[in-house]
């Protein structure tokens, strides 16, 4: 568990002796973790962002089937009404069957401009409707399997066929890292660069640095670590966030998940050899009092639209070598509960996005939502793996070929064509 720490005491701490493994679990959020030495390289592939929407997304009402009678019976109440023309308080058509949610609004301009693919019906093959180990099996890329213990990005990373000693080629966004970066390649948590840079005041951050450094030359040991600490940290202090301006009049939604699309934008176009980078937003589990067009549910999907689209406009010439892609645990139960609200389900909905995307398009086959077709017990069945979106980016986007290794135990690959060759995209 990370803990925050004031700058004082945090100096307080260095200056007791404390050896760095000592003082890591108490390092200040507004501070980076960081391991190893920085070597800018470019990656070969995409730079990769990975957004979690935990919790559940309930897909159904993101992306709607508005094209079958049994999802307006069997959600009398929440359903978004059939797209009609000129009218924002209904879903916007995508294909003639499935639309978006109107506060998704951002995205159907992205989707028209073949950018945004979506994949329906997709999920975690695993049963469980437990938020912890669903969310478990997802970020370790082996549902039903915890013998595995590193993440399928981590395993990418390790994997890739070039090394790049960054230490902004994996970036968690937020206190902690996302169990998905999990592995032998160092990752870097940034919470808030702004906050990194003490508002300006050079000073306490010329105290903090002397600080490490005597810390560091109690235990020569620990010479590598110190030097690659210094060294990222020489790399933020470049990055400047007082005067950044995002490009194409791109608008970040306020908060935390809008504040850390932005910072990703910003190290992308500083160019420190980012590759990945997680991006987590809570609060999808509506339970109750879920909304319909307009409450608790459309909030949460506009910042989400609001968000990536910001980012893609922000990145600009860049978004051709960027590919988003979008996941939560499980999706929603089919009918909705007497709490004006969703159960926990199973298939889901996943948004991908970038230049390299086959954009314009619903992939998967549609299982229907007739009693028959349901997963018990009343779920969206899945029919694509949600290995299968991530395992088509890695290899195609991420330059990276092998599979069997960043999905171990998954022989039944079936690509969708959602994402284009980086070679000859």
Avoid at 185 to 194: D, F, G, N, Q, R
Avoid at 245 to 272: C, I
Wanted: a negative charge; hydrophobic letters at 40%.
């Amino acid at each position: 568990m990370a803990v925050d720490v004031s700058r004082r005491d945090f100096l307080k701490l260095a200056s007791a002796g404390l050896t760095s493994w000592a003082l890591a679990p108490a390092l200040p959020a507004w501070m980076p973790r960081l391991a190893f030495a920085a070597e800018n390289v470019e990656p070969q592939g995409d730079v990769l962002v990975c957004v979690f929407q935990r919790g559940g997304m309930d897909g159904l009402n993101a992306v709607i089937p508005h094209g079958e009678a049994e999802y307006y019976r069997r959600r009398p109440t929440l359903a978004v009404p059939e797209p009609k023309s000129g009218d924002d308080g209904t879903g916007f058509d995508l294909d003639g069957f499935f639309g978006l949610h109107p506060a998704l609004r951002p995205l159907k301009d992205l989707w028209d401009e073949k950018a945004l693919a979506i994949v329906h019906a997709t999920g975690s093959p695993d049963p469980t409707h437990s938020h912890f180990d669903a969310m478990d099996y997802m970020e370790r890329g082996t549902p039903g399997e915890k013998s595995i213990p590193t993440g399928w990005i981590g395993r990418h990373l390790q994997t890739a066929p070039w090394q790049n000693e960054s230490p902004f080629r994996a970036v968690g966004m937020g206190g902690a890292a996302q169990a998905s970066l999990r592995g032998p390649v160092p990752v870097t948590v940034l919470k808030s660069i702004a906050d990194f840079h003490l508002a300006g005041r050079t000073q306490d951050l010329a105290e903090i640095q002397q600080t490490l450094t005597a810390l560091y030359t109690l235990n020569p040991s620990l010479t590598g670590p110190a030097d690659s600490t210094f060294d990222a940290i020489g790399i933020l202090e470049k990055v400047d966030v007082t005067n950044y301006t995002p490009a194409a009049n791109a608008q970040y939604p306020e908060g935390d998940f809008g504040l850390a699309l932005r910072q990703v934008a910003q190290l992308a176009k500083a160019e420190v050899g980012l590759e990945v980078a997680c991006v987590d937003i809570g609060g999808w589990d509506t339970h109750a009092a879920q909304g319909g067009v307009e409450g608790e549910l459309p909030g949460l999907l506009a910042q989400l639209a609001g968000g990536l689209a910001a980012l893609y406009h922000d990145l600009g010439d860049r978004s051709k070598r960027v590919t988003i892609v979008t996941m939560s645990e499980f999706g929603r139960r089919v009918p909705e509960n007497g709490s004006a609200g969703t159960d926990h389900g199973h298939g889901n909905s996943m948004f991908v996005l970038g230049g390299g995307v086959n954009g314009g398009k619903v992939y998967g086959e549609w299982p229907t939502l007739a009693p028959e077709a349901l997963a018990d017990p009343g779920d969206l069945a899945i029919t694509t793996d949600f290995r299968d979106v991530l395992g088509e980016i890695v290899q195609k986007r991420l330059a990276n070929p092998k599979l069997a290794e960043v999905f171990p135990g998954y022989p039944d690959w079936k690509m969708r064509g959602v994402v284009r060759d980086s070679a000859t995209a």
